[in-house]
């Protein structure tokens, strides 16, 4: 019986379609070979193609390991929904190519303004999500204006000697810390804020309250009757 | 401000029970032996109660009243059998809904699990004049969705300073996501008289002093009652029977049974 063999070539078409080299250091068949088309396919299938970004599938896989990693160890995280606000008036009056540009600039000016460890991703559409581990509460609506401002003030060359500038609504929330909840939640609450900012009249970060479950120093004092904190003020 | 659950307080509105969350934040207060008892309670005083095991992760009323459940919760979630036959009558003369443990897979709120409860609440509103939610230790998801199904958040403590702090932190918590601007408390173990009334007005001060109520409206802290340490709870606990059957007559029955009856009027 002859062995069977390993059909390859539409995953190295796939490859060389998505600009991926095939090593050629290593022997074709070769198990390092292997492996290096492996790891391309890995990185095509986790990546959006127009813009680069974390494509919604790879997303998923952070949101749902950030979530655990906030239950287990407390450090706060947040996502945002951006949406790009009145799309289809950029497709309908510049056609669908000129849509693509703008997603992939807007796409580009969100990776630009975020931290190495943030994962940004196109999550369908005129949509991106984005995930901020270890991002206090405090500086939230912080992160969320940079990004909003950002692509606001970013022009953005549909053809030549032809600019566009659109501007972004958002919607924010943080991961509950030392719960245990789930990615589709976290995605869901994000997601409501995200409508309320379309809502209240696009161009605008909105955040949801996170809930404070911590009891700081200065509340437990009062709360055992030291009175060491109450004439501070 | 935040609602984190789309199911409004107003789905609980339209049912005919009320619906009474026990809550504590720390776990091991009396959560359970409270819900337990005070259904008794209420039940003797002619309500129609029924208690829900909602700390669907690890559940342990079945414990508290001896009962060995063949259909739980878990059965009805799972379509393998009907609401109805989950629905036990317990030694007190009230019904139970128990969770079973072993629900894991439920400690998570899901989208799924979120529709079931509701599902179930829904269910069995108009048969019962009163539900007790028997919520898990801690603020997790699943916690904060039961209470917020409730009409009544109701929260145990303990003198120990580390439930004091758990129950505070719950407070807070429900204040600020889910817009309430009272919540009942009761003080277990108490080692003096009137030291649940001293508690509540510790409570109530550092919730004025740094609880900002979402709808601006001050949160007010309600004590329903205080019950005493007392060996005969422990007892009772131990004989896996309810206190008011075993020790009718014990300091603490007394209290869960005045408890009760403000939690009527």
């Known amino acids: ?233 | 401000m935040s609602i984190a659950f789309p199911a409004a307080p107003g789905d609980a509105k339209a049912m005919r029970a009320r619906i009474t969350a026990v809550t504590s934040g720390k776990g091991g207060v009396g959560k359970t032996f409270m819900a337990a008892n005070v259904a008794a309670a209420l039940a003797r005083r002619g309500e129609r109660v029924l208690v829900l095991d909602a700390d669907l992760g690890l559940a342990n009323l079945d414990v508290v009243l001896n009962l060995y459940p063949k259909i739980t919760l878990h059965d009805v979630f799972t379509g393998k059998a009907e609401l109805n036959d989950a629905i036990l009558a317990a030694p007190g003369g009230f019904s139970v809904l128990l969770a079973g443990s072993g629900l894991v897979e439920y400690s998570r709120l899901t989208p799924e699990v979120r529709d079931q409860l509701l599902d179930v609440i829904q269910k069995v509103a108009p048969r019962f004049d009163r539900i007790l939610l028997d919520t898990g230790a801690g603020i997790s998801d699943v916690v904060l969705y039961a209470v917020s199904l409730a009409d009544d958040a109701l929260v145990v403590a303990t003198p120990e300073p580390t439930a004091l702090t758990d129950a505070y932190a719950t407070i807070k918590v429900l204040a600020n996501q889910q817009q309430r601007s009272i919540i009942k408390l009761v003080v277990n173990q108490v080692t003096r008289l009137g030291e649940g009334r001293a508690i509540r007005a510790q409570l109530q001060q550092v919730v004025d002093r740094f609880v900002i109520s979402s709808t601006g409206t001050p949160l007010k802290l309600d004590l329903l009652g205080e019950v005493p340490l007392d060996s005969s709870v422990r007892e009772a606990v131990q004989r896996r029977q309810l206190l008011l059957e075993s020790f009718p007559g014990s300091a603490a029955a007394k209290g869960v049974a005045a408890l009760a009856e403000r939690l009527m009027a």
């Open chain 1, 1 to 233: 019986m002859s062995k069977p063999t390993l059909k390859l070539q539409s995953a190295l078409q796939l490859l060389a379609h998505a600009g991926h080299d095939v090593p050629t250091d290593a022997p074709q068949g070769s198990i390092a070979w292997l492996q290096a088309v492996i790891d391309g396919l890995c990185d095509v299938s986790s990546r959006d193609p127009l813009t680069g970004l974390s494509n919604r599938r790879q997303f998923e896989l952070t949101m749902a390991r950030e979530i655990d990693r906030v239950a287990r160890a407390g450090e706060p995280a947040l996502m945002l929904m951006v949406d790009i606000d009145h799309f289809k008036r950029i497709n309908d009056t510049h056609g669908h190519a000129a849509g693509d540009g703008v997603i992939g600039s807007v796409g580009q000016a969100l990776q630009e303004c975020v931290r190495p460890m943030d994962t940004v991703a196109r999550f369908g559409g005129e949509e991106f999500a984005v995930v901020l581990p270890n991002c206090p509460p405090a500086f939230g609506q912080t992160v969320a204006e940079r990004v909003r401002l950002k692509v606001q003030r970013r022009s953005i060359a549909i053809a030549p000697g032809v600019d566009v500038a659109v501007t972004v609504s958002i919607g924010g929330a943080f991961a509950p810390q030392w719960v245990r909840s789930t990615a589709a939640l976290w995605l869901e609450r994000a997601d409501r804020q995200l409508y309320r900012a379309k809502t209240e009249g696009r161009n605008r970060a909105c955040l949801e309250q996170p809930v404070v479950s911590q009891v700081s120093a200065e509340e437990k004092g009062m709360l055992f009757g030291h009175s060491q904190f109450q004439d501070i003020e």
